[in-house]
């Protein structure tokens, strides 16, 4: 009896190995294989230390906890599928591994279903480089709530994902793609729709878009309008002509050392000798950390432009005051001006090492996405031949050094 025992044990092992390599190939395609394997275990593991056993029972459950419970159940599965074997809890080093993962699966789970705004970020140049997935990482993670040892508490998690909505979003896309229950459409996702005047490159990186969109709280139904790039043009004239009046738009700066930064500017930008704009507008830098500095309600000081007073100081500012800019860019686009303080944003701190900085890339783009053509300027849609495997390929790989254009 003992013997036909063991003999039916060993059968169900091996069963059980056959469907988790099963798992593995069907899944592998869609996610990165750490995540894959984090995936699996959630759904064959029972018990810590016990083989894997597979039930289509099992597999309801972990589906059901991870994409249809409420977030006490997101939150537990979230900690047990993140936490390897040999430890006994979760810690911020577990979550940041398991976040990564996340947001590299799905980038690579749009790509597979050729999503149709990453076809047209990829054909516009934009790739997806390992640092600024660790900085956004960095940025989701540094709101979860841990003790001293960095051990991470249930009710810790479940607080975090009511603060932190772009989890479930990406959880639940590829929680449904891999079990098949509902794959995204091929606009569907987290990124814009990129329009770009012919000839024009941008600095972005695929992770500082969905960040920003993220951020702005929009989705795949809006669009992007590339309106200036110092890749094109560098005359302040023609900065002024192609952002006043254009509505509200996403300013991205690159300095000497290589950071990017910026400013979402809610209204539009007119020429004023006084500051404008409203409590949507706020602060945010890309790299090598990605931050969002929001609104105090301390005072209005968020927009300024000034192109023709010669008693106010000539260029485009952001927040503080006259003198003491959150982020100044002087006319000449070639040198700026941040300070340590900045009153008008919430946690601010100088978005650059220097007080003074050397721009070497300028961007501008609308985010509203409501004109497409505008003074006799067309924009072209940027379309992705969907056979331009490599190119797309190098979204879900990572570049590990970003080459810094003087």
């Keep these: 009896m003992a013997s036909k025992r063991r003999n039916i044990v060993k059968i169900l092992w091996q069963a059980d190995k056959w469907l988790h390599g099963l798992f593995q190939q069907l899944w592998v395609g869609m996610l990165t294989p750490r995540l894959c394997h984090m995936l699996i275990g959630q759904a064959f593991l029972g018990a810590r230390g016990r083989p894997p056993r597979m039930s289509a029972k099992r597999m309801a459950r972990t589906y059901a906890a991870m994409a249809r419970g409420g977030r006490g159940r997101r939150a537990e599965s979230l900690l047990r599928m993140s936490t390897p074997l040999h430890k006994e809890r979760g810690t911020i080093a577990t979550i940041t591994l398991y976040l990564k993962e996340l947001w590299s699966s799905y980038l690579k789970l749009l790509v597979h279903l050729k999503n149709e705004p990453i076809c047209r970020w990829a054909d516009a140049g934009v790739t997806n480089f390992a640092e600024d997935v660790t900085g956004f990482v960095k940025y989701l993670v540094d709101d979860l709530e841990h003790y001293e040892d960095e051990v991470i508490q249930v009710g ?189 944003f919430r946690g601010y701190s100088p978005l650059t090492v220097c007080q003074t900085f050397r721009i070497t890339g300028l961007e501008v783009w609308s985010t509203g996405g409501t004109t497409q053509e505008e003074d006799g300027v067309r924009a072209e849609v940027l379309v992705a031949p969907v056979h331009a495997k490599e190119t797309l390929r190098s979204l879900v790989g990572v570049v590990e050094n970003p080459q810094v254009v003087p």
């Design 156 to 344: 810790a998690v479940e607080a975090w994902l009511a603060r932190t909505t772009i989890h479930d979003h990406l959880m639940d896309t590829v929680i449904e793609a891999i079990y098949n229950v509902r794959m995204p459409s091929m606009s569907e996702g987290l990124f814009p729709q990129p329009l770009m005047t012919s000839g024009c490159t941008t600095f972005l990186g695929l992770t500082h878009v969905g960040f920003l969109n993220w951020a702005l709280n929009s989705g795949a139904d809006s669009t992007w309008v590339l309106l200036y790039s110092s890749s094109c043009r560098q005359d302040w004239d023609d900065f002024l002509e192609a952002i006043v009046g254009r509505g509200a738009t996403l300013l991205l700066v690159r300095d000497a050392d290589g950071l990017v930064f910026g400013f979402y500017a809610s209204q539009s930008w007119h020429p004023a000798p006084s500051f404008y704009g409203d409590k949507n507008c706020f602060l945010f830098t890309l790299r090598p950390e990605m931050n969002k500095f929001e609104a105090t309600g301390y005072n209005s000081n968020y927009q300024y432009i000034n192109a023709d007073d010669a008693n106010l100081p000539k260029g485009l500012g952001a927040g503080g005051r006259i003198g003491h800019w959150g982020m100044f860019l002087d006319w000449k686009l070639c040198l700026g001006r941040v300070s340590r303080t900045c009153s008008t």
